[in-house]
């Protein structure tokens, strides 16, 4: 089953204003990452927050994590049109197990419309 | 550097042929993912790999796919007896250690008519 789910599912926006997307994991974890996946392209990794930190930011974005809720959001502010893409929140297993498997989400398509 | 390489960016198969999808790790990375992506959906892990041996490979189905990372040369993942539903768009990430510094590839889109 997924561990992270992405809500909305797609989200339409026009150029300047903020994106705000969530995610849900079902199980502990160490990390979770953001990563951005033009139409028909691999995977842009955006930013990892770790267990233990509340928020963090990377330019435009900003990313919050709450593990009492499993839940993570990611704020994307003063959009432009080429943020257009869809957005996926990834967890690691959370346990000490081969360190190597990523659990996506469906992702969430965002169209930011000059 | 060149990044995570794969090779073929599309790949057309017959029902009943083989696949073989290629991988490139970035240098001085070891270790080697690969994930499958359907339509519409979020990457699905399958194997993890490090030089000659798999780690983890609970996400392989239990036939017909099977993937290597030999001492020299690029990481295969090959898929035998090609079924309609194996059509999708295939990921390989690689590392230096765990998921740590993560980059992936631009995938395989392999179409199975």
Not at chain 1, 59 to 81: F, M, P, Q, Y
Not at chain 2, 99 to 113: A, C, E, P, Q, W
């Amino acid at each position: 089953s997924q561990q992270g789910e992405e809500d909305p599912q797609a989200l339409s926006i026009q150029e300047g204003e903020n994106a705000t997307m969530n995610c849900s994991y079902k199980t502990s974890i160490n990390n979770l990452q953001w990563y951005r996946q033009n139409s028909g392209r691999g995977l842009v990794h955006l930013i990892l927050i770790r267990s233990n930190e509340r928020e963090k930011h990377s330019g435009r974005l900003r990313v919050t994590l709450d593990t009492s809720k499993k839940s993570s959001s990611l704020l994307i502010t003063a959009s432009r049109a080429a943020d257009t893409a869809s957005y996926f929140c990834a967890t690691d297993a959370g346990y000490g197990g081969s360190q190597g498997n990523l659990i996506f989400g469906k992702g969430t398509k965002l169209s930011v419309k000059p | 550097n060149a990044g995570v390489m794969q090779n073929p960016r599309h790949l057309v198969r017959r029902r009943g042929q083989e696949a073989r999808l290629r991988c490139s790790p970035m240098k001085g990375h070891s270790h080697v993912y690969w994930y499958r992506q359907l339509p519409e959906e979020g990457l699905k892990f399958m194997v993890y790999l490090q030089k000659e041996n798999i780690i983890d490979e609970s996400g392989m189905p239990k036939e017909r796919f099977s993937a290597e990372f030999p001492k020299e040369g690029p990481s295969i993942l090959r898929i035998q007896q090609v079924v309609r539903g194996d059509s999708a768009a295939y990921f390989c990430a690689s590392s230096r250690q765990g998921i740590h510094g993560y980059t992936f590839g631009s995938g395989t889109r392999l179409t199975v008519v």
